[in-house]
């Protein structure tokens, strides 16, 4: 838990890589997991779909030390952030919410809507 409180504003707190690389395939983009995330017919699972994406886009099995999540308690309430490790340390800080579970579906669903924005 840190002392500094939550961090508002701008959502992805740093980047060591600077940018994505631009050569993705169209079946690599994020735009195909965040549809499917949300898609009114299927849960909002933005971790899987962060997941998924972070797979396509390295080619490889994401292990938990690819995409870590680190929550802080502040009063009653939780924000996470999500820490990509596999591309470059790009790191996205979510809402606060109100359970752990839900904070590391938003910091996932940020950094998938970052990602998104940055190679469309």
């Not at 904070?103 to 669903?109: P, S």
Request: proline letters at 4%; one cysteine or more.
């Amino acid at each position: 838990s840190s002392s500094c409180g939550p961090w508002f504003g701008q959502h992805r707190v740093s980047s060591r890589s600077g940018s994505l690389p631009m050569q993705l395939g169209v079946d690599l983009g994020p735009s195909d997991a965040l549809a499917a995330a949300e898609d009114p017919a299927s849960p909002q699972d933005w971790k899987t779909a962060l997941n998924t994406f972070c797979q396509r886009h390295t080619r490889k099995v994401i292990s938990k030390v690819d995409i870590e999540y680190a929550t802080s308690k502040y009063g009653q309430q939780y924000q996470a952030t999500v820490s990509l490790n596999c591309l470059g340390g790009l790191k996205y800080a979510g809402e606060l919410t109100l359970s752990v579970k839900r904070a590391e579906q938003n910091a996932a669903r940020i950094a998938l809507q970052d990602i998104n924005s940055r190679i469309s």
